[in-house]
């Protein structure tokens, strides 16, 4: 069975302040994808990474940054100088055996207090 | 545009009553998605559906149901089976392939309030 872990419920941080969202996976399998999402007031979820089990490539885009460690099964997401629009949920999942077959995590809440 | 359409945005319905979720893209992906959200809780899938007129339970079909009769629509019915059914609703789509369009992507949702 697939398991994703977000064990930090809620974050607050001050505007400008660098924070990390901490995801753990877990899988048996060697063949996986992991995204990020973020879910923004509105409520719609809004995609912003993906990555394959055979790239452990860091990315980053703009003041966002993810950091995939096989080793650790971790898949951390650091915002670099956060802004108040970056207040959201953000969620953690893992595809296993195909797209339909995605686990979620329960979320991150982040408040950026101006 | 393209993207993903569910209406209305906030619906309301006495205990008893079935009520249906609509979802529309016109992304022209393959595949879609019906998700349910709690307070304090990731999603959890409840049918999806790969191709038209097939579909498949997910993780907590009981008093659900769908169909899938277009490429465009997959409306979801809460029936009145369904034990708890106040939540916020989300469908999805993605194209089936490895590739840039593996993820999904989201509609704005559906927040049903059952009294």
């Known amino acids: 069975a697939q398991k994703v872990t977000q064990a930090q419920t809620e974050i607050s941080v001050v505007e400008k302040e660098d924070v990390t969202l901490d995801c753990v996976y877990e899988?048996?399998?060697?063949?996986?994808?992991l995204f990020w999402y973020k879910q923004p007031p509105s409520g719609e979820l809004v995609f912003l990474i993906r990555?394959?089990?055979?790239?452990?490539q860091n990315e980053i885009s703009g003041r966002y940054s993810w950091n995939f460690q096989k080793s650790t099964s971790s898949f951390n997401f650091t915002i670099t100088a956060s802004q108040v629009v970056d207040s959201a949920v953000y969620f953690c999942?893992?595809?296993?055996?195909?797209?339909?077959?995605?686990?979620f995590g329960t979320g991150t809440k982040l408040q950026v207090i101006p | 545009d393209g993207g993903i359409t569910q209406s209305p945005k906030y619906l309301f319905r006495k205990e008893g009553q079935n009520v249906t979720l609509s979802c529309e893209q016109n992304?022209?992906?393959?595949?879609m998605y019906w998700y349910r959200q709690d307070p304090g809780q990731g999603l959890r899938l409840i049918y999806y559906?790969?191709?038209?007129?097939?579909?498949q339970k997910g993780d907590i079909a009981e008093g659900y149901s769908v169909s899938r009769e277009k490429k465009e629509s997959f409306p979801l019915t809460v029936t009145s089976a369904q034990k708890n059914p106040t939540a916020f609703y989300l469908c999805?789509?993605?194209?089936?392939?490895?590739?840039?369009?593996?993820?999904?992507?989201f509609g704005p949702g559906t927040r049903l309030t059952v009294t």
């Open positions: 899988t048996r399998d060697t063949t996986y994808y």
């Open positions: 999805a789509s993605s194209t089936p392939r490895a590739g840039r369009d593996y993820e999904q992507y």
């Open positions: 992304l022209n992906h393959d595949a």
């Open positions: 990555r394959n089990s055979f790239d452990e």
């Open positions: 559906s790969q191709i038209v007129n097939d579909f």
């Open positions: 999942a893992l595809s296993v055996g195909g797209y339909q077959k995605v686990t």
